[in-house]
């Protein structure tokens, strides 16, 4: 398993260097920027799949919570900045909207874990899989259209989080907002490793998904695990959205496509699979990056649809494999 | 869900008068509606075809959600695709609507059967994903497609008839519905039927006695996208006006409401709830224009509730009326 695992990321980290080499490295950074916030997306998801073995269909609604919670903390205080400068607090503010939607993000991953789950599962745990499906199909329509009601359709995005002249990297103008984007999404999957591998609640997040009954057992508070576990996915998918409010302007249905990019990315390393769904993020933004670069806008939902079909025809546990292929046998 | 009924002599008229007598009656009411005044002006007979369309739909998706429990997440997609072929023939070849809504309905068997061959021998989640996703590849197609289908510009279908009355297209639909509901229900009723039931209920004792899991998964699928994409016929000849948006996963989620809110497994639950939703919906529509978004808020709520406190919807609660009528008797 390991070693078809590192032939996958061997191929595509030389799939990227050779792009790189013939078109310039364009297609590099721009698979690092945007698939360093897939994979902040897909472990989310693929680690509410792997504790709870809920296939979250409204993941890319806290996406979209946090892009709308960034802009309306970020907005006032940029057209404040404007009447009185201040090079401390321009640096510093587009953080403030970042950590904010992080922790609106996590908070109603909580409500809805207590509102919602928490109610289907003293009920009834037949089908369990299937019926969270559908249940969380219901919270995406109702979160994308109540959003609309209050805010309506309108565009809210920002040109720039930081107004600081563009970088030049290998003959790229590299944004500071992309570096940092890309800086945060380092950064999180670092802590979020060490986090599920230190820590006393990350190992309890672990031993739930790999055995719910043992982990009773030894005396964990599955309930905790529970809320906890998607608080955390929520509070990452709100991150990615707020990191990327300069690339995905706000507004109710933007987090269909982080959505289902996160779904091609927990398809394809195997669902439940958290660490191979950060790898997995940076290997689809590359398809996409590519596609969209040698075939054509628009084709980028396209290809790697047709691909990911192609290499469950192969492998259908995914391309890493999966350690929890136990859960959806239910 | 599925109660076995012993009939008991007590019992026995009131099961007559609510089998065939009540069939008759709602068919009736179905023929009679447009002539009963609300229901005759043109903008409330459109809203009726409109209901009558997402019953049809919500009939064929839950003969594969509430029978083999596979949630068929592209079943828009399949719609679109039967509407877009049958109204591409139309155009280049001059083929009759009436002829083009079969060779549609066929498109989409044929794309249904791969899809199924393809994804059903895998485990339920994983099915309904992969579902999603070649709904999700055909929508990008069709949007990509500009020499073919002209893209997000849409298409201008011929309509199925010369007027601009809506009475016909209300029986015609009327008519898709209800043969729709025979044929699924027939197929129900038969031994396959029995066999979905159990591949739906628990897909490993399916299979140790001796039910083929994937070949009656496949042949379930395909019938519902060879009915998704007939109905998508109707839509593109109908309303003459075809949209890759048709394709759209919300789309899908609106027949899945419908479907999961009138009860699943049961078929006729959908058809039921699809008229007074959709009529509140298009009612909240036109009354509150100041107030987007406001029927689908309702639809995630309703679908909310169902799935946690009630999952056998409508059909659940008629039954239950009728357990307690047949007591009463």
Known sequence: MLSATWITIGLAVAIALIVSVTT????????????????????????????MNIPNFAHGEFFMVGTLVAYFVFTPISKFLQKNPSPVL???????????????????????????????????????VMNTFLLTAGVSVFIINGTLLIWGTEFKGI???????????????????????????????????????????????????????GAQ?????????????????????????????????????????????????????????????????????????????????????????????????????????????????? | ????????????????????????????????????????RQDLLRWLIGAALIAAQAIAFDFTAGYINVVNFGFAAFVGLGGYTSTLLALRFGLSPWIGMFVGAAAAALVGFFTGALTLRLRGIFAAVMAWFVGLALLGLTRNLTDLTRGALGLNAPTLLETADNLPYYYIIVAMMILTFVALRYITQSHVGLAFRAIGQNVDAARASGVNPTYYRVLNFTVSCAFAGWLGGFYAHYYGILTPDVMQTSHTVEVLAVAYIGGRGSLWGGALAAFPLIFLTEWLRSTLVDLPGLHLVLYGLLLILVMIYYPGGIAELIRWIQGRLRKAT
């Open chain 1, 217 to 330: 057992m030894v005396g964990i508070d599955l309930q905790l695990v529970h809320t906890l576990t998607l608080a955390l996915s929520s509070a990452l998918a709100a991150l990615a959205g707020a990191s990327l409010l300069f690339m995905f302007p706000s507004y109710p249905t933007v987090g269909l496509k982080p959505l289902y990019v996160a779904w091609y990315v927990v398809i394809l390393a195997g669902l439940g699979n958290v660490s191979g769904a950060v790898a997995g993020g940076f290997i689809v933004a590359l398809l996409q990056t590519l596609t969209s670069y040698f075939i054509g806008v628009g084709w980028e939902d396209v290809v790697p649809t047709a691909l990911i079909i192609l290499i469950l025809l192969f492998k259908p546990s995914g391309l890493f494999g999966s350690e929890v292929k136990g859960v959806w046998e239910q």
């Open chain 1, 90 to 128: 321009s640096a510093v503010a587009p953080f403030a909207g970042i950590i904010l939607a992080t922790l609106v993000g996590g908070v109603l991953g909580i409500v809805i874990e207590k509102v919602l789950f928490q109610q289907l599962r003293r009920r009834s745990k037949e089908q369990w």
């Open chain 1, 24 to 51: 310039g490295p364009f297609a590099l950074i721009n698979s690092l920027v945007t698939g360093g916030m897939w994979a902040l997306m897909a472990a989310g998801l693929a680690l509410v799949f792997g504790v």
């Open chain 1, 159 to 213: 040109t720039r989080y930081w107004d600081v002249k563009p970088l030049d990297l290998f003959g790229v103008n590299l944004t500071v907002d992309r570096i940092v984007a890309f800086a945060i999404a380092l950064v999180t999957i670092v802590a979020f490793w060490l986090f599920m591998q230190r820590t006393n609640v990350g190992r309890a997040m672990r031993a739930v998904s790999q055995d719910e009954v």
């Open chain 2, 1 to 40: 869900m599925n109660t076995t009924e012993t009939a008991r002599p007590a019992t026995q008229t009131f099961d007559r008068l609510s089998g065939w007598p009540l069939r008759l009656i709602l068919l009736g009411l179905l023929i009679a509606l447009p002539f009963i005044p609300p229901f005759n």
